[in-house]
């Protein structure tokens, strides 16, 4: 059901969309397989095919002409004519100047309508909810921001997170018709398949709630949901720092902390979709545990102490003031913190053999240049972190929205990338 | 070129091939971009389909119908039809029987001719060279193992390799043509693009050595090189303890630790195939390290210091022994290592959500009756690992061999299945 309703808001968008993820099947009625993977068909090539191509044409914002589209898809001209004609036709591309070619006739160039498609991306955070209406390319082009109503009823904060994002939809004056669908950001654990969140620790009195179809029942967008770290990755991808990585961390510091993690080309989401669960690696760790202990350690008046974990954020705001004007108590802490987190992300980076790793989140940007100094030495001198390749460590550069952007890159992901899984018959 | 060798290797064992892994592409050549995808075209979907029926066939021992095929894959019963035809001709696949179907007529069973095929393992271990052959269902049908000869020559012991690796496909009198290729499974770091073993710090005097490529040249066959831990995941996924699982780890226990990794259906290999390093998760030991700290502590008498990676399988024999005779001492050092295998595999699975950790290399059955009843409760009652979905503990099925086995599953495995990737253009 949650495909079908994917592909009606697709079409009436305009553009061509593929099946969701299935790639199992049943096949249970005999023997012992539940793997058995789906063949794939012809329609679904042509479909994939205008997304490679689509693809190409957002990668390159100088523009690129069709010998060029044909050369870096390895399709046949022909094939890449038929296809730009669509996406002009469609709004999505359209021809941005002639590439001189010397003695030869100039090439005419195509690039993306950043304006032609829209997705929405809600990130509910322990703290605040932040939604966002993002273009073709990942821009943020609407935002909006509140507290996060404490405890309760959860069914009206549901109402109110969506009323925010039809909000959003009225004063950015955005074409409804062509906005991609709704994505939502969650702390975990989530339930992926019935999308759900699933009693998230700092968000009391959540239990099992299924936000993702209360949220598109009350929109009337299709809606998708993930892990906040998750998202975060996916931007990153998107429109982030790791547009070219192919195989990447993204360490999330909010609330809590996790990581979203891509390899080979994949974004990784496991059994349960909770992938990125960082406890184990020592790098676990919430705002308000971090300012709870400077209060323990009278670094920070009781006045800090946490009750919810808007409370958290300003703690952790004194505390990087403290360490800027140079108390050192305040530093042990947050050193400490580096330490673990700069042991957890080299960790997983050997576990995973991956080349970068980006840190971000709500409450990153406070912390970053306290806590950047000591991670970075440490990836570098890891002798985990393996000579064979160097890894590269960026703050995002979404700035403290990057779980919204993300979730609405979730949307543009699902509906707008090349993704091999998607020619398979579902 | 490696393509074209395995493509040709492939077209005279008569099944059907897709070219290699390549999903990125060039394009760099004006704008940012180099992580395009390549388009798909419609050849490929033909060769994908088979291979998915293949699949389906392989999957079910008991036969299964061309309707219940269909129904598996979602492909239309005039595919097929055609493609079991095409699976029949190159004797791939045979009819096994009939399937009663009350009053109508009797269905016709599909099912694999396991000696169709064959492919060749060959695991360099630092302690022993282990060759195998398997047939289509991944039985091994013919093995010669030898210890790993220390230090110096490296061309030497390759071309040895190769003798052995020859030595076996004559002495198991397997016809030549039937046997798609070699994989070969070495201790990390390698360089899996070039196909390098690289230093391995148990192989002392290896250097970078093109391993893959020797082994190619000097037997004839196309040659695939990965990681054992790689390697042992590959096997436990095609005809081990988990086909059933599309999230799982494998915990390697040999000369070093290591883990392989499926997430999502996906082998994780990362950016230079060196993914499964699990030194940052303290679950990394090398029994060399296990048995020097037996000798340290007077458990073990200094006749068994290690001077090379066979003394230390005869230690970790003798503390096994130790162990169930109720010493003390020697089952306090493998608690101690069970704890730190335990709180790895913990770790790893919450990190990457799996739901089957599977355990198993050239050491474990020495120690797995002391280990698990350690590490079983730790999984089972770990916070980490969530109330979402029960993990699985077990050991493999494929016993000390399972390297040399998943280096032939890398061989069937990147041959036979369906792969979606497979579908894009080279």
Not at 377 to 393: E, I, N, R, Y
Request: overall charge negative.
């Amino acid at each position: 059901m949650r495909e079908a309703a994917r592909e009606t808001v697709c079409e009436e968008a305009g553009v061509t969309v593929r099946g969701g993820d299935g790639v199992t099947a049943g096949g249970k009625d005999r023997g012992t397989a539940s793997v058995i993977r789906r063949g794939a068909n012809l329609p679904r090539v042509g479909d994939f095919n205008e997304s490679v191509v689509l693809d190409a044409i957002r990668r390159h914002p100088t523009g690129l002409s069709r010998v060029e589209l044909a050369r870096a898809t390895g399709l046949s001209s022909q094939t890449v004519s038929n296809i730009t004609r669509r996406l002009l036709d469609q709004g999505v591309a359209r021809e941005s100047g002639k590439q001189p070619m010397g003695n030869g006739k100039p090439r005419t160039l195509l690039e993306i309508v950043p304006a032609s498609r829209y997705a929405l991306g809600v990130h509910l955070d322990p703290a605040v909810i932040t939604c966002v209406l993002v273009d073709l390319l990942g821009t943020v082009v609407a935002q909006r921001s509140r507290a996060t109503p404490r405890g309760g009823d959860t069914d009206k904060i549901a109402a109110d997170m969506a009323a925010s994002v039809s909000g959003l939809v009225a004063e950015s004056g955005a074409d409804r018709d062509r906005i991609l669908g709704l994505g939502i950001a969650a702390p975990g654990p989530i339930d992926a398949t019935a999308g759900w969140v699933v009693d998230p620790p700092e968000l009391h009195g959540w239990g099992r709630y299924p936000l993702r179809d209360r949220l598109s029942e009350a929109t009337g967008f299709t809606a998708v949901l993930d892990k906040d770290v998750t998202a975060a990755v996916v931007a990153e991808r998107w429109t982030g720092a790791a547009t070219d990585s192919r195989n990447l961390l993204f360490f999330y510091f909010g609330t809590g902390t996790g990581m979203g993690m891509v390899v080979d080309d994949a974004v990784l989401r496991g059994v349960s979709g909770n992938a990125g669960e960082v406890g184990g690696l020592g790098a676990g760790c919430s705002t308000r545990t971090l300012v709870e202990e400077a209060v323990a350690l009278g670094v920070l008046g009781t006045e800090y102490a946490v009750t919810n974990p808007a409370d958290a954020q300003r703690g952790v705001e004194r505390l990087a003031a403290m360490t800027a004007e140079g108390d050192a108590r305040a530093d042990g802490i947050l050193e400490r913190l580096a330490i673990r987190i700069g042991r957890g992300v080299c960790t997983a980076a050997t576990l995973l053999d991956i080349d970068t790793i980006v840190f971000g989140g709500p409450t990153w940007h406070l912390l970053a240049d306290r806590l950047l100094p000591t991670i970075e030495p440490m990836v570098a001198g890891s002798p985990f972190v393996k000579a064979t390749h160097p890894t590269a460590v960026v703050s995002t550069t979404l700035g403290a929205n990057v779980a919204a952007v993300g979730a609405a890159s979730l949307v543009l992901d699902s509906t707008l990338s090349a993704q091999p899984r998607t020619l398979l018959l579902t």
